[in-house]
C-alpha cells in the first residue's frame, strides 16, 4: 500500500484547508485509515480515523467539531477536512493505513504517507 498526501499549505488563523490521502491497492475500503500530526519539536500525535467497512470516526478532543475525516472507496482517498484553523495546528500531517480496527496508537498504522505541510499563521 502506498499513500500519497497532499493538500497543505499556509492559512490565516480561522481559515480552512482540506488534506488528501490517495492510496493504492485493492484493500483500500477494507482498511482503517487515520491523520497524525506532529508539530515543531513534539512527538506525532493522533488526530482523526476512521473505520474500514463501517467509517466509524475518533477524533481527538483538540479538533473535535472543527475537523471532518471522510473517505471515498471509489477514488481510494481519505480526507481531513479542516476549519476554524489555530496556530496550533501546525504540523506535518501524515496519512495512515491499518489492517486492523481504527485506533488512536501510531504503532496500530501499518502504512504511511509522506506528510504534508499544514501552517497556520496568527
Known amino acids: 500500500v502506498q499513500l500519497q498526501a497532499s493538500g497543505g499549505g499556509l492559512v490565516q488563523s480561522g481559515g480552512s484547508l482540506r488534506l488528501s490521502c490517495a492510496a493504492s491497492?485493492?484493500?483500500?475500503?477494507?482498511?482503517?485509515m487515520a491523520w497524525f500530526r506532529q508539530p515543531p519539536g513534539k512527538e506525532r500525535e493522533f488526530v482523526a480515523s476512521i473505520g474500514g467497512l463501517s467509517t466509524a470516526t475518533k477524533y481527538a478532543d483538540s479538533v473535535k467539531g472543527r475537523f471532518t475525516i471522510s473517505r471515498d472507496n471509489v477514488q481510494n482517498t481519505v480526507y481531513l477536512q479542516m476549519n476554524s484553523l489555530k496556530s496550533e495546528d501546525t504540523a506535518v500531517y501524515y496519512c495512515?493505513?491499518?489492517?486492523?480496527?481504527?485506533?488512536?496508537?501510531?504503532?496500530?498504522?501499518?502504512?504511511w504517507g509522506q506528510g504534508t505541510q499544514v501552517t497556520v499563521s496568527s
Open positions: 491497492g485493492r484493500t483500500f475500503s477494507r482498511r482503517a
Open positions: 495512515a493505513a491499518s489492517t486492523n480496527s481504527a485506533d488512536y496508537r501510531t504503532t496500530a498504522y501499518d502504512y
